[in-house]
């Protein structure tokens, strides 16, 4: 029996086990900017056993916006959606830095020799054999992707961060 639309093969479904899915999945979610908000936040998705795998703060006068990326995408939205946060997602690249001497420089030129604009970028509380990781946000999600796998960067996929052994370490 198919569950797929058309000839289409089914769809099988995701497992617990993390998304192979060559992005992260970015939650940016509206506060006020005040004092405890960020708190509240984190003690929501950390008391659950997930991991902080990035964080950036995006704030102005009257609101903030934390961009957020977790070790597990589906129970961070589960939570989200539960605690009725005000978020939308976005997917972002994240990439280990290169065992070399200017490692951002590497990745920002195989970007720019693709003429590819990245529109910003944080760390990714991530190390695997000594090398940490970013996240990047891309103008084309897809061609980034390539760029990258075609110069010979590794992508971090959330089955990564979820088998991360030196997450903090």
């Known amino acids: 029996m198919s569950m797929g639309f058309g ?14 899915w060559p992005c992260l999945r970015q939650f940016g979610i509206f506060m006020e900017n005040r004092v405890g908000c960020l708190h ?5 998705v950390e008391r659950h056993d997930l991991r902080v795998a990035a964080l950036s703060i995006v704030d102005s006068v009257d609101h903030a916006v ?7 995408y589906e129970r961070a939205l589960e939570l989200l959606e539960f605690a009725n946060a005000h978020m939308f997602e976005t997917d972002v690249i994240g ?7 200017q490692p951002h420089l590497s990745i920002c030129s195989a970007f720019m020799s693709a003429e590819l604009n990245i529109h910003y970028t944080y760390p990714l ?17 897809d061609e ?3 760029v990258l796998n075609e ?3 590794k992508v971090i996929t959330e089955s990564d961060l979820l088998a991360d052994d030196e997450f903090y370490g």
């Not at 769809?11 to 998304?19: L, S």
């Not at 509240?40 to 929501?44: G, M």
């Not at 509380?125 to 999600?141: H, P, Q, S």
């Open 95 to 101: 990439v280990e830095l290169p065992d070399n001497d």
């Open 7 to 20: 000839d289409e093969a089914p769809v099988e479904p995701m497992t617990a086990h993390g998304r192979t």
């Open 40 to 44: 509240d936040l984190l003690r929501q």
């Open 151 to 153: 110069s010979g960067h």
């Open 66 to 72: 934390a961009r957020l990326v977790v070790n597990n």
């Open 125 to 141: 509380v991530y190390r695997r054999n000594g090398r940490g990781a970013v996240v990047l946000y891309v103008e084309d999600i």
């Open 144 to 146: 980034g992707l390539r």
